[in-house]
């Protein structure tokens, strides 16, 4: 049988066939594309899609393993929940390594142009903007309209190269997108080092 299409109706495939409810043996579930635990839509469900879709374009990150040579690999791509949408498989080792480029191929099918999005750009904000009431409306205020509503992502500056993205929880019902920080310009830089002392 082949894979269906689509980040739910994979899922759903994922969880038959670790179940053995299919023909293919329990032990290639970790080989069919599903859902990354801890991920929108990755929650347990073999008996049909969990839920109805949602009503707007909800990003997701898809995974499975391949053996490449002696060792397994493993592969990511973007997924909507409310429509079969699929992006291109990225390969690499997680936590930044593929998985980020999946998911922001997601969001930039369920939110275009979010790159544009005005960014945290300090750590401890990552907490407290989204807990003020006051601080979160004055950053949203910048996004386009219905998005927040509709799950856009908070973009934040990385603390360090390749930090993943986090994907909604319970204390953050968002994807928390981590981008580059931009160049600093050279008139900031001391000339020398005894600018330093």
């Given at each position: 049988m082949t894979e269906p299409t689509g980040a739910r109706a994979r899922q759903t495939y994922y969880w038959r066939v670790r179940n053995a409810r299919t023909r293919a043996p329990a032990e290639s579930a970790p080989r069919t594309w599903h859902i990354q635990p801890g991920h929108p839509g990755g929650a347990y469900c073999d008996l049909g899609h969990e839920l109805d879709p949602p009503a707007h374009h909800t990003p997701t990150l898809?995974?499975?393993?391949?053996?490449?040579g002696r060792r397994e690999q493993q592969e990511f791509r973007g997924g909507c929940?409310?429509?079969d949408w699929e992006g291109p498989v990225h390969r690499g080792d997680g936590?930044?390594?593929?998985?980020?480029?999946?998911v922001e191929d997601a969001h930039d099918h369920a939110f275009p142009g979010w790159r544009t999005l005005p960014p945290i750009t300090r750590v401890r904000d990552?907490?407290?903007i989204p807990q003020s009431r006051h601080r979160w409306v004055q950053l949203t205020s910048r996004y386009p309209e219905g998005w927040v509503d509709q799950g856009a992502p908070l973009v934040v500056w990385n603390r360090h190269h390749r930090e993943a993205h986090a994907p909604p929880h319970a204390r953050r019902p968002r994807y928390e997108l981590r981008v580059d920080r931009p160049p600093r310009s050279r008139a900031e830089a001391p000339t020398d080092q005894g600018a330093l002392f």
């Open positions: 898809l995974t499975r393993s391949r053996q490449s929940l409310a429509c936590y930044g390594d593929g998985d980020n480029d999946a990552r907490w407290e």
